[in-house]
């Protein structure tokens, strides 16, 4: 008797699993592309249950219109198959091939597009080798990528369960936590005529009688609800465990597309989204125009947790059309979409991107350029800056902003070669250049601190780079980097313009370490007025670190000049920023900035 619908008990079997399943069908699988969950048949006369590899449907075929599109690799069995519409004829190829060739198959379609055909493929292919050798399924299904055994799992159990429910339940308690609830529910909706009480036995042959009442509970809840939506606003106010729960509502979602078409999202919206990004994925990947013009007369407010996975499904495809189509949204400026739009447009069609930037309006142009040139860098970095400059002439675009981005991400992978680049096409003694330069040298520092405080050290002392400071900032990241002793050895080497700030920084880090009388003795011969200044970073920073270490290191200062600037400080800070200091603390530190040493005989309380 063939398995496609000759048995005369077919009609029959669907009006009752129309009648069982009607909401416990957000039980089964989702195959295809959402609003197309699908169930083929597989009749074999002696065989009256239903299972999950059952969900393929007999009169709903996937949009004949979708293109798919087959790699290379694909052998030409797979090759054959993808390129079957009706679901019936897929399982019909099965009865020619052997279990290992089934199997290869199944391993190949982690490389078909697009998804909703692989998922097709792939689960009727594991669902006919599992009725045939349910372990060896079960081995196959471990070679597919991690982020598919969720679909499969249920697949291989559900068609187990049917040949021994004894063997299909312990197997299943081998699994990981979450594949293990993942299977048992498999086996709980496919064996239906099982009692709770066979259940329990079971489960107490593996101590996991708490957790199969657990799941005996859900599934007789969702069984009782007369619609998808009621599952779903019970489910989200039950007590059930979050994983359980999570699973639970997306396959309720699923249903609920599946018998009302893409308005179901709009009762869904208010809820967390992140319950159904699959769910979106997959849907805007199939029929991204369609899915958009739903999505497109919902609220606005409510748009804002969809579009991004239509963006992510939508752009790969067509980016032109979904940049037009998705731009026409009043939001769409105001949530920014157009940034994640270019990023994966200049992913798929890089010199695409680059040949539309100016046609953007003027407030995305410079996005837009950044995100093609941002990817061209990591594969040409030096094309990429070059190719800045085509940009000098278009409004809304700044050249230096997109050359600081690349040269900072150049100069994580290659710091030297970055540094020449903007010596060498930068415009010589120029603030851009200056800045170019130090955007590279802070990367620098990471990698090779010595070679990158001696090339900033190079730098003549009257050129730009010197008198704006930007040889101080080196100094800050060679301290941020944890390489003080470098830095102190480089400080009589600076310019005039970097010495007080490179000394400050230097000292606030000695202090840091209550390197104190280092702290001291670094600032001498410096003006009064510097110092002044010198100590007022100092101990701010010291006051945060250990405010009682510091108190009680003011007495131990080598000077009565240390004791009063460091007092001084102190209470500066204490005024400006507030809070740090009690009564009793400024009272002591006083002592030391009105008196002499003499009268520095008090204690701290």
């Known amino acids: 008797m063939s398995r496609h619908g000759k048995d005369p008990n077919f009609n029959s079997q669907i009006t009752l699993r129309k009648?069982?399943?009607?909401?416990?069908?957000?039980?089964?699988?989702?195959?295809?592309?959402?609003?197309?969950?699908a169930f083929v048949i597989w009749s074999d006369g002696d065989r009256s249950k239903s299972t999950l590899s059952d969900s393929i449907s007999a009169n709903q075929e996937p949009n004949a219109t979708q293109e798919i599109t087959v790699q290379n690799e694909l052998s030409p069995e797979l090759a054959k198959l993808s390129r079957v519409d009706s679901m019936i004829e897929i399982v019909?190829?099965?009865?020619?091939?052997?279990?290992?060739?089934?199997?290869?198959?199944?391993?190949?379609?982690?490389?078909?597009?697009p998804r909703s055909k692989r998922s097709t493929i792939q689960?009727?292919?594991?669902?006919?080798?599992?009725?045939?050798?349910?372990?060896?399924?079960?081995?196959?299904?471990?070679?597919?990528?991690?982020?598919?055994w969720t679909e499969l799992v249920p697949?291989?159990?559900?068609?187990?369960?049917?040949?021994?429910?004894?063997?299909?339940?312990?197997?299943?308690?081998?699994l990981h936590a979450a594949l293990r609830e993942t299977a048992i529910r498999s086996l709980l909706n496919t064996?239906?005529?099982?009692?709770?009480?066979?259940?329990?036995?079971?489960?107490?042959?593996?101590?996991?009688?708490?957790?199969?009442?657990?799941?005996?509970?859900?599934?007789?809840?969702?069984?009782?609800?007369?619609?998808?939506?009621?599952?779903?606003?019970l489910v989200i106010q039950d007590d059930v465990d979050d994983q359980?729960?999570?699973?639970?509502?997306?396959?309720?979602?699923?249903?609920?597309?599946?018998?009302?078409?893409?308005?179901?999202?709009?009762?869904?919206?208010?809820?967390?989204?992140w319950w159904f990004s699959d769910l979106l994925l997959e849907e805007a990947e199939s029929n991204p125009i369609e899915f958009f013009s739903v999505i497109k007369s919902l609220p606005?407010?409510?748009?804002?947790?969809?579009?991004?996975?239509?963006?992510?499904?939508?752009?790969?495809?067509?980016?032109?059309?979904?940049?037009?189509?998705?731009s026409s949204l009043e939001e769409f400026k105001d949530k920014f979409y157009y940034h994640d739009i270019f990023r994966i447009w200049a992913e798929v069609d890089l010199e695409g991107l680059f040949t539309r930037v100016e046609s953007f309006p003027r407030s995305e142009r410079a996005w837009a350029a950044y995100s093609a040139l941002l990817e061209l860098v990591k594969k040409s970095p030096e094309e990429a800056l070059n190719r800045t400059f085509d940009y000098?002439?278009?409004?809304?675009?700044?050249?230096?902003?997109?050359?600081?981005?690349?040269?900072?991400?150049?100069?994580?992978?290659?710091?030297?070669?970055?540094?020449?680049?903007?010596?060498?096409?930068?415009?010589?003694?120029?603030?851009?250049?200056?800045?170019?330069?130090?955007?590279?040298?802070?990367?620098?520092?990471?990698i090779d601190p010595e070679a990158a405080l001696e090339f900033a050290l190079s730098q003549a002392p009257e050129s730009v780079y010197a008198e704006r400071g930007f040889a101080d900032r080196v100094i800050d990241d060679v301290v941020d980097g944890g390489e003080l002793e470098l830095a102190m050895a480089a400080l009589d080497r600076l310019p005039e313009s970097a010495r007080i700030d490179s000394f400050t920084s230097v000292g606030t880090a000695l202090a840091l370490e209550h390197r104190w009388q280092e702290v001291v003795e670094l600032i001498e011969g410096f003006s009064d007025e510097e110092q002044v200044g010198y100590f007022n970073t100092v101990t701010y920073f010291a006051m945060r670190d250990d405010l009682i270490e510091l108190l009680e290191t003011v007495p131990k200062l080598p000077s009565e000049k240390a004791r009063r600037l460091v007092a001084q400080g102190m209470l500066r800070n204490h005024e400006r920023y507030g809070g740090s200091l009690t009564t009793n603390q400024v009272n002591y530190l006083r002592q030391y900035v009105d008196q002499n040493d003499d009268s520095n005989k008090n204690h701290l309380n």
């Not at 697949?155 to 081998?174: C, K, Q, R």
């Not at 903007?422 to 990367?443: P, S, Y």
């Open 19 to 37: 009648q069982l399943v009607m909401v416990g069908i957000v039980l089964g699988i989702a195959i295809g592309s959402l609003g197309s969950l």
């Open 92 to 113: 019909s190829e099965f009865d020619r091939l052997s279990k290992e060739q089934m199997a290869a198959l199944a391993r190949q379609t982690t490389n078909l597009e």
């Open 123 to 148: 689960t009727l292919l594991i669902g006919e080798l599992s009725r045939r050798d349910p372990k060896h399924a079960l081995e196959q299904v471990w070679k597919m990528p991690r982020s598919q």
């Open 155 to 174: 697949v291989v159990f559900s068609e187990w369960s049917l040949i021994n429910i004894e063997d299909s339940f312990a197997t299943s308690m081998e």
């Open 191 to 233: 064996r239906t005529e099982l009692s709770n009480d066979r259940w329990l036995t079971l489960a107490a042959e593996h101590d996991f009688e708490e957790s199969i009442l657990t799941l005996l509970r859900e599934r007789e809840a969702i069984t009782l609800l007369d619609s998808p939506l009621d599952a779903f606003q």
């Open 244 to 273: 359980l729960q999570s699973d639970l509502i997306q396959k309720i979602a699923r249903t609920m597309v599946q018998q009302n078409g893409y308005e179901s999202f709009d009762p869904l919206i208010e809820y967390s989204i």
């Open 300 to 326: 606005a407010e409510s748009r804002n947790s969809v579009i991004y996975p239509l963006v992510k499904a939508w752009v790969p495809l067509d980016p032109s059309t979904a940049y037009e189509s998705i």
């Open 392 to 446: 000098e002439s278009v409004v809304g675009v700044d050249v230096l902003d997109l050359q600081e981005s690349l040269i900072s991400e150049w100069a994580a992978s290659d710091p030297k070669a970055a540094v020449n680049w903007v010596t060498a096409n930068t415009t010589e003694d120029t603030w851009d250049q200056a800045w170019l330069l130090w955007m590279g040298l802070r990367e620098f520092v990471k």
